[in-house]
């Protein structure tokens, strides 16, 4: 410690004298080992969050922005939930991680089940049995043996037998963190009726469940029980809603490991459903255990503790500070696939074939609420990924590499990652078919007026232009409203060119018409350069906009360019968005643009969206546009009943033809997911669908301990160089006093 005191008494060493000529010299030899320690620098990090030991394991560390508001599956329905949900629970089905288009596979049941079809009277009907005779589609599924909850208090019990914890003593349960605070843990096997008291949970009046509605329609009971249950509830409030002997129609348990679904008439969907967590297995003892009010004020229920069978069970769950999932000690076999798409050995996803999953012992979510020191501290290491659960975060990046060269060589030498996939969505720009100038039209002229006029606009808005602008290139136009990645996608298939708006170069090319052909289909709908050609005027169109949206100015300013370009004026209509969907409700907008996020990879969930039964005014359905086509209604009809296979292929071919001679929409863009990773992370493979990915994802731990060590040295050396200045400037002190002790003694010796 200094200690400025008189002259020559600067430090207090035990050894070390700083009085006179010796105690210059060994004040000036301790400054020479701080700077010699400071010139060889330092082996710990001294700004790292954690020890740098923690670095070296198996461990994912990553960031979150806000903690998941509930993670009770049968409740949960946002991104940023579905991370710790997926991880912790199992539905019946999953998705395969890396084939596309999208394949189920079983996951907590021994196979993905074949339904067996029934007729109104009861009578099984054959698998190719018409749709329209089929009243009951039943769904047998067997749970497979030897899958075991992750340790919980919830199934512990004393030695008689007894639940140790469900009736916690309110003192006890006001005292705890955590659940996993309680010494003793146990568990049992999934068995089926986790999976029926988990679907009777949809209904429960406590959790109101967003699915509920949808269900309803197509599992017989489920509205019934709900109603039930409200009753039940208004009557007689008990603390825990048991609902083990709650009836479900056409839901029931066969025997230990198998349980039946029935579900109205044929339904091919509803394997998908099966696939989210909507399905998952909840054991009724964790609802006992959770029931307890003082656990509930200390934010210790379902919705923060999951008990399920997953991977990774919830270890550390501080609310807005961080979470930690540990690996499930008791996670069944589940391996690393083997085959995957086409690219994927070429990119090294295949690498890790065979091993059993999780690959990593550990996933470490931190607070980090500005994107600045998160940025700062992945580049440091610290961070695998910023927000790992989000597949956007990497078109930041991007787009500072490109506007800052400084920083596009630190990602290089950093060898930080990318990868990117194109999404499960589209954004779209609608024509509202209600509309007497860009919609269906009344009479057989109108409509061919109309329609040519949609074209024109579909082939001058470069939705090209607008990826490179606004997502630095990164997205696809969209051809029609089927993405990528879905059954009825294939290279060489309506889905993927629209000979409206393209046309094939004969080197192979596809190139987006021109101009001049757009304004050669303007001006025979009737509107030679922008101008109706009876009248004169201009033809000005509307669009209703959210106004709310970011980046609303630059992105409306190119909208309106595209449509200048053909000498359309736009009016724009920016609301709220509340407004905006009162709009959209009553059929008031003119054009607009809207998007959709696929719930379940299969085709019908994109093309439902221009069904004429799914119309928002007439129906209240999704078909913002309220576009109806007889030819496609039919189709489509038929179309959702099919198994994937030729004959589906064909007729989703055939629909999307005729929405792109139609054009309903411009179809607009699917966006590209971009994850950001460094080089140490193994398969990360963004999706929007594949919910349970980190449990795929490997890290080399001792890459990344050397790389944080590497690029955090600290920089000691000016300690260094102030020592060595303090060192002089004392010796130069010295000096002076010498001479001014030499004056004074020449003075006295004078005669």
């Given amino acids: 410690m200094f200690l400025f005191a008189k002259p020559f008494d600067f430090v207090n060493v035990p050894g070390v004298s700083v009085k006179g000529k010796r105690g210059l010299r060994d004040f000036a030899v301790l400054l020479g080992a701080v700077g010699l320690v400071a010139l060889t620098g330092c082996r710990e990090v001294l700004n790292a969050p954690r020890p740098v030991s923690e670095y070296a394991t198996n461990t994912i560390f990553s960031t979150f922005s806000l903690s998941p508001k509930t993670l009770d599956p049968q409740v949960s329905y946002s991104q940023g939930e579905s991370v710790f949900v997926y991880l912790t629970y199992e539905p019946p089905y999953a998705y395969h991680y890396l084939k596309r288009p999208f394949t189920l596979e079983a996951r907590s049941v021994e196979r993905v089940v074949t339904p067996e079809y029934f007729d109104r009277d009861g009578k099984a009907l054959p698998h190719n049995a018409p749709a329209s005779s089929i009243a009951v589609s039943r769904y047998t599924l067997k749970v497979k043996s030897g899958i075991f909850f992750a340790p919980h208090p919830a199934f512990a019990k004393d030695e008689t037998g007894s639940y140790r914890y469900h009736n916690l003593p309110e003192k006890t349960a006001a005292s705890l963190s955590s ?308 059954f009825g996608w294939r290279p060489d298939s309506p889905a993927s060119f629209n000979p409206v708006v393209y046309k094939k170069e004969p080197d192979g090319r596809v190139m987006r018409r021109s101009l001049s052909e757009a304004k050669r289909l303007l001006k025979a709908a009737g509107y030679p350069d922008g101008r109706d050609a009876k009248t004169g005027q201009p033809l000005v169109l509307n669009f209703d906009w959210q106004g709310a949206a970011a980046g609303s100015r630059a992105y409306l300013e190119w909208v309106t360019r595209q449509f200048a370009k053909l000498g359309i004026q736009l009016e724009i209509r920016a609301t709220d968005y509340n407004r905006f969907q009162d709009k959209m409700q009553k059929g008031a907008a003119q054009i607009y643009v809207w998007g959709w996020l696929a719930d379940y990879p299969d085709a019908e969930n994109f093309l439902f969206l221009l069904y004429g039964k799914n119309g928002k005014v007439a129906y209240g359905g999704e078909n913002a546009s309220n576009y109806v086509n007889p030819e496609y209604d039919r189709l489509f009809e038929t179309m959702r009943y099919l198994e994937d296979g030729p004959e589906k292929a064909r007729l989703i071919d055939r629909m999307i033809s005729i929405v792109q001679e139609d054009a309903p929409w411009s179809f607009g863009t699917f966006s590209t997911a971009v994850a950001a990773s460094h080089h140490w992370v193994k398969n990360l493979k963004p999706t929007q669908i594949i919910q349970d990915r980190l449990m795929y994802i490997g890290i080399d731990a001792a890459e990344r301990e050397a790389a944080v060590r590497a690029w955090n040295r600290p920089i000691l050396w000016p300690l260094g160089v102030i020592a060595g200045l303090i060192v002089l400037f004392l010796f130069g002190v010295r000096h002076v006093l010498r001479a001014r002790a030499r004056r004074k003694v020449s003075s006295r010796s004078a005669p």
């Fill in 179 to 486: 659940p996993l605070d309680l010494p003793y843990k146990d568990t049992r096997e999934l068995v089926a009726d986790d999976f029926v008291y988990a679907i009777k949970r949809m209904a429960s009046p406590r959790l109101v469940s967003p699915v509920l509605r949808v269900l309803g329609e197509h599992m017989p009971g489920l509205i019934d029980l709900s109603r039930r249950l409200e009753k039940k509830e208004a009557t007689n409030r008990p603390t825990w809603l048991d609902l083990r002997s709650e009836a479900l129609e056409g839901v029931r348990t066969l025997d230990r490991m198998t349980f039946q679904i029935d579900v109205k008439g044929k339904y091919p969907q509803f394997s998908n459903w099966l696939a989210m967590s909507f399905f998952a297995p909840v054991p009724w003892e964790a609802e006992a255990f959770y029931a307890n009010e003082k656990l509930k004020e200390g934010n210790i229920t379902l919705a923060s503790w999951p008990v399920g069978t997953g991977p990774y069970y919830m270890a550390v769950s501080r609310q807005n500070r961080e979470h930690v999932l540990k690996k499930n000690p008791l996670f069944h076999t589940v391996l690393y696939p083997c085959e995957g798409d086409q690219n994927d050995e070429k990119e090294g996803f295949l690498k890790d074939c065979g091993k059993k999953l999780p690959l990593t012992d550990r996933i470490v979510l931190t607070i980090e609420k500005e994107s600045v020191p998160t940025t700062s501290k992945f580049l440091q290491g610290f961070y695998d990924s910023p927000e790992i659960t989000r597949l956007d975060v990497g078109q930041g990046f991007m787009t500072a590499a490109l506007d800052n060269p400084e920083k596009g060589k630190l990602y290089e030498e950093r060898r930080l990652q990318f990868p990117k996939t194109v999404g499960s969505n589209i954004t779209y720009l609608g024509f509202n078919w209600l509309d007497p100038v860009v919609g269906g039209g009344k009479t057989a002229s109108q409509a061919r007026r109309n329609r040519l006029l949609r074209q024109a606009v579909s082939i001058a808005l470069n939705w090209e232009e607008k990826i490179s602008i606004f997502n630095v290139g990164q997205g696809m136009a969209a051809a029609g409203p089927l993405p990528p990645g879905f």
